[in-house]
């Protein structure tokens, strides 16, 4: 089974940066998808950002031209590089995987890493 763990959360200043990491156990990690939701308390999860295995990427309208998800098969880890940050971008940050994006909310998760935007 997959296991997908999650870090680079943490404390960061409206318009600051984070980069979260995610890396993935096992050897089907180049041929899958990878995406990057999203929990705001009280609110329902969303898609922030994927990747296919292609390298094509999708974001919400609400991260475009902040967020950039790239990813290092040779690692097995993707990332998410979050600029110019938001007190709205505060939230749990999720790592799935999955076959393709359609299908990620299906897929693994990772356990999830906290990201406030706070002054």
């Known amino acids: 089974q997959v296991q997908l763990v999650e870090s680079g959360g943490g404390l960061v200043q409206p318009g600051g940066s984070l980069r979260l990491s995610c890396a993935a156990s096992g050897s089907i990690f180049n041929t899958y998808a990878m995406g990057w939701y999203r929990q705001a308390p009280g609110k329902q999860r969303e898609l922030v950002a994927a990747i296919s295995s292609g390298g094509s990427t999708n974001y919400a309208d609400s991260v475009k031209g902040r967020f950039t998800i790239s990813r290092d098969n040779a690692k097995n880890t993707v990332y998410l590089q979050m600029n110019s940050l938001k007190p709205e971008d505060t939230a749990v940050y999720y790592c799935?995987?999955?076959?393709?994006?359609?299908?990620?909310?299906?897929?693994?998760w990772g356990q999830g890493t906290q990201v406030n935007v706070s002054s």
């Open positions: 799935t995987m999955g076959p393709n994006i359609a299908t990620l909310m299906f897929g693994s």
